[in-house]
């Protein structure tokens, strides 16, 4: 039986036909998962700072670089609370290895894909900083 309030249909959003954004909720349904074919799950929530929507980690960019190899392979749910910052972010800079994109054209294809995505702008910033 599953519990008071979790109980809803997947939300995800499809970026390519290998990834999708998600919320932990989303995580949480196995039977749809497997219908879709997802056979990984990917808590983005450990690639950033302590709670909430701290900077992400330096690391961040081999973590998303890590993904384009993954989906090669892999059908892949990535994931945090709410798959409205963190998880698009991600998604972004998947986009960004996978397609070449800039951060900008990455960031309004996920937007396009995940309306209710919200970037933290000055992550762009931060992560222009990092070497990779």
């Known amino acids: 039986m599953a519990k008071k309030g979790l109980s809803r249909s997947m939300t995800?959003?499809?970026?390519?036909?290998?990834?999708?954004v998600g919320d932990m909720i989303d995580a949480s349904v196995r039977e749809e998962l497997q219908k879709l074919g997802i056979d990984m799950l990917v808590d983005i929530r450990i690639w950033f700072y302590g709670s909430g929507n701290a900077f992400p980690k330096e690391n961040i960019l081999e973590m998303?670089?890590?993904?384009?190899?993954l989906s090669e392979k892999h059908k892949i749910l990535i994931y945090c609370t709410a798959g409205i910052d963190r998880t698009p972010f991600v998604a972004m800079l998947y986009c960004h290895f996978k397609y070449g994109w800039d951060y900008y054209k990455a960031y309004d294809y996920v937007k396009e894909k995940r309306p209710e995505t919200f970037i933290h702008y000055e992550w762009l910033d931060v992560i222009k900083n990092f070497k990779y």
Do not use: T
Not at 12 to 20: A, P, V
Not at 64 to 69: M, T
């Open 12 to 20: 995800g959003s499809w970026i390519d036909s290998r990834i999708m």
């Open 64 to 69: 998303a670089q890590e993904l384009v190899k």
